[in-house]
């Protein structure tokens, strides 16, 4: 299958995929558009493989031959011979949209465009494109080098052939893939943890239960590894906010329509475990 992967976004979710894929054999650019993100990301990337070859998961032969796979550059020509593109950007859609009309015009023709979006419609990115069909959702999780899930999704216009090719790239990253076949705002994994973390932010809020007893009800009571509010404060107040907002924009289902509080925390900076403060001090 094909080899040659481009990442645009060398963040939390860009750097891991380049990360996995690179592990797994694939030569891989990695773009971005400062010199200070590259660093960031490749640095990241250094630190992840050093922790698994510490903790005698990965040789370390094998961690500077996969380093050695990954190409960072800044210029946005470089992934024009990719076989797959993957955008983990910034969840806003205008910017997406920027991303994806320069890339119809870059790539070659049999290339897939993938969007790593956890909450937006594949067909609204795809739309911009020539090449609908060739446009396909692979949601990894964070952070991906640990987590096992991706989710594929189809947009209205995505192909049989581009789906079982985005499924070829995830397995061959060790990931196992679930399939969205109906292009939904939010998927399925988006929707069911923000229905979750909706609910349990206003449970909090109106003064229910205790962070603590809402995750530990969560952990003990239905086998979770991590209850909401930390996953929150995890993933980032503001990230699901932003998730969740998409969602309800999109399907006007109250259910997803985020509580105050949340928003007042993301206006006060306190977003999770990056800033120190979210629904827990860190």
Known sequence: MARKLAVIGAGLMGSGIAQVA?????????????????????????????????????????????LARITATSDLEAVADADVVVEAVFEKLEVKHEIFRALDKLVKDGAILASNTSAIPITKIAAVTERPERVVGTHFFSPVPMMQLCELVRGYKTSDETLATAREFAESTGKTCIVVNRDVAGFVTTRLISALVVEAAKLYESGVATAEDIDLACKLGFGHAMGPLAT????????????TGNIYTESQDEKFAPPELMRRMVDAGDIGRKSGQGFYKH
């Open 232 to 243: 929150a404060d995890l993933t980032g107040v503001d990230i699901l906010l932003h998730a």
């Open 22 to 66: 690179a592990q797994a054999g694939w030569e891989v650019v990695l773009r971005d558009v400062t010199d200070e993100a590259l660093r960031r990301g490749t640095d990241s990337i250094r630190t992840s493989y050093d922790k698994f070859v510490a903790k005698g998961k990965l040789a370390a032969e094998e961690a500077d031959a996969a």
